[in-house]
């Protein structure tokens, strides 16, 4: 094998779990780099509560230290009905905006997967909200029995989880209640500013920036690479796919005719997927036929002897 050219790798994968030997890396840069984010968000918050006379430049970080029963999530609701000091409104506003709530981007959401059940739990939350008539998220989280005991989620239990549209809801309403009971700090410029910084989150590369990320094509000198996923792209797959697809016969090997190959290309733009199978049926193949990379000898069960089988062709081929 070696004196041939031939090598061999293990799969950069867990024997056990197969998933990726990157992810733990993956996973904790992600974690990094959000705690960053969060932190930067927080810095800016405080720093448009200083800018706003709600806290002197002194109590920055120790205002924010709960010292009495008087918790955040109480102020957020007794914000409705009092008018609260800057020191009481920065601590309502700095609370939501430390936890701002889940938000999805992506377009399907998988009712098994953590984004699902944090989805089923906001829907729940909602709906408490609609039954018992809270005004905010956190006039709920503050009287209600359901959230006596605990606040926030624990390990893989979402059912404490609120969206960010209902927390960007709450920094509104506070701000409305507030101006009419007359707190001179909840200025419509103050609240503009503590909403973009709630909301703020790194765009998407977009336009040059996409560009500037795509390689050259490899045949087409200082042409950019296609795009994986475009018409041409694809059908280059797919061609390329069928003009490679053999099968044996009676000891030799076969390639499909320009009409056999017209038959598969239509096939794969008639239907979701293409089987071995299909392709078997709509060519007409013969019985003995086998497609070269398929593995058809098997054991039916552990410790039996190789059986021949057509079950591999039920595999996509395009």
């Known amino acids: 094998m070696e004196d041939m050219g031939v090598r061999a790798f293990n799969a950069a994968e867990d024997p056990k779990t197969k998933a990726s030997l990157a992810e733990p890396r993956r996973l904790a840069r992600s974690a990094r780099r959000r705690l960053r984010r969060r932190a930067g968000r927080l810095r800016r918050a405080k720093d448009l509560f200083v800018q706003y006379g709600l806290i002197p430049e002194e109590r920055r970080e120790s205002a924010f ?16 009905g009092r008018m609260l000091t800057g020191e009481e409104f ?21 009712a098994e997967n953590d984004d699902g059940k944090m989805l089923a739990g906001i829907g729940a939350n909602r709906q408490v909200m609609l039954e018992k008539g809270y005004r905010t998220a956190g006039e709920m989280f503050d009287k209600d029995d359901k959230f006596a005991q605990r606040k926030r989620n624990t390990t ?22 507030q101006r009419e009971l007359g707190n001179a700090n909840a200025t419509e410029d103050f609240e503009a500013d503590i909403l973009e910084v709630f909301n703020w989150q790194k765009p998407y590369a977009s336009g040059n920036q996409i560009i500037r ?7 087409e000198k200082g042409e950019l690479r296609a795009p994986r996923y475009c018409y041409h792209a694809e059908r280059f797959t797919l061609l390329s796919k069928i003009n490679s697809l053999t099968y044996t016969l009676n000891g030799d090997r076969l390639w499909l005719t ?45 410790g039996a002897d190789l059986q021949e089988s057509l079950k591999c062709e039920e595999s996509t081929c395009c």
């Open 65 to 80: 230290i709960t010292i009495d029963s008087v918790t955040p999530w109480r102020l957020r609701a007794d914000g409705l």
């Open 90 to 110: 920065a601590r309502a506003l700095f609370h939501i905006v430390k936890r701002r709530g889940f938000k999805s981007n992506r377009k399907k959401v998988k």
């Open 156 to 177: 893989d239990s979402y059912e404490n989880t609120v969206d960010r549209e209902l927390l960007e809801e709450e920094i509104k309403t506070l701000f409305a209640r």
């Open 213 to 219: 990320m795509i390689g050259t094509c490899t045949f």
């Open 258 to 302: 320009d009409d056999q190959r017209a038959i598969v290309e239509s096939m794969a733009y008639e239907k979701s997927k293409v089987t071995y199978a299909q392709i078997r049926k709509e060519l007409q193949l013969d019985e003995e036929a086998r497609f070269t990379g398929l593995m058809y000898l098997h054991k039916p069960e552990k």
